[in-house]
């Protein structure tokens, strides 16, 4: 048996733990999630939350009650931001990370990938790519060919990529976006279904087809 807890408990999460679901069918391991951490969750210490039978542990702080060279944590947040906050407030704590990769991912013997990942059914990694450390990748998206991608990026749902595109660390990707062989700043923000035909310099937001460029108001993601 793996215990993990899971950093995070929002909706990503639950998205998270259908697909620990789904490698523990499949490939007959026994991933098991012992709780919930995330900041300020101290007032839900002990409930059951989103019907899953798990309770939340508590703040992040909680870990230091926890033996965590036995006990791995799953980065279950979606958006860039606040997981690279997460994760660097928990390895104060000595927190080690697992990936967690749905079955049907295909990932090129080719390809790296850093600590921390997390990719949904059917995410394609062709060859030549160079991922970060906490990557996330919501169903059908895909990575190509000889592609960089940062750390804490966050890709949704059927986002498709040029081989040869270059994208920085902290940057989100809405759903159904496609991104020429482009590159992407840090901490720029993909609007859904744009369409990349240029760079986007750092901590913009392009969204449209074909993309403009606009100022970010409020780091939300």
Same mark, same amino acid.
């Given at each position: 048996?793996?215990?993990?807890? +899971? ?8 998205? %998270? ?13 026994? =991933? ?8 300020? @969750?101290?007032?839900? $210490? ?7 039978? =798990?309770? %939340? *542990? ?9 033996? *965590? ?15 690279? $906050? ?9 927190? $080690?990370?697992?990936?967690? =990769? ?10 790296? =990938? ?8 059917? %995410? ?9 450390? &906490? ?11 000889? +592609? ?10 059927? %986002?498709?990529?040029?081989?040869? @595109? ?5 940057? &989100?990707?809405?759903?159904? @976006? ?9 901490? /720029? ?14 901590? +913009?937001? /392009?969204?449209?087809?074909? @993309?403009?460029?606009?100022? *970010? ?5």
């Amino acid at each position: 048996m793996k215990q993990i807890i +899971m950093l995070g408990a929002g909706g990503f999460a639950l998205e %998270v733990l259908d697909t620990i679901d789904a490698i523990n069918k499949h490939s007959g391991e026994n =991933i098991t999630p012992i709780g919930f951490v995330y900041e300020g @969750a101290d007032k839900d $210490k002990g409930k059951l939350i989103h019907d899953t039978g =798990i309770p %939340v *542990l508590g703040d992040i702080s909680c870990l230091q009650e926890y033996d *965590l060279d036995q006990i791995h944590l799953v980065a279950a947040v979606g958006r860039p931001a606040w997981r690279r $906050k997460m994760v660097e407030k928990a390895k104060k704590s000595g927190a $080690k990370f697992t990936s967690v =990769i749905h079955p049907t991912v295909t990932i090129s013997k080719r390809a790296k =990938i850093g600590e921390g990942a997390i990719m949904m059914r059917y %995410v394609n990694i062709q060859a030549g790519a160079v991922i970060g450390d &906490f990557f996330t990748a919501d169903d059908f998206a895909g990575i190509g060919h000889n +592609m960089i991608v940062g750390d804490f990026v966050h890709m949704c749902p059927r %986002v498709g990529t040029e081989g040869g @595109a270059v994208i920085g660390n902290d940057v &989100f990707v809405g759903i159904r @976006a496609t991104i020429l062989s482009c590159k992407i700043g840090d901490g /720029a923000v993909i609007g859904a279904c744009a369409l990349i035909t240029r760079d986007v310099p750092p901590n +913009m937001l /392009a969204k449209g087809l074909p @993309a403009k460029h606009y100022d *970010l108001k409020e780091k939300n993601y």
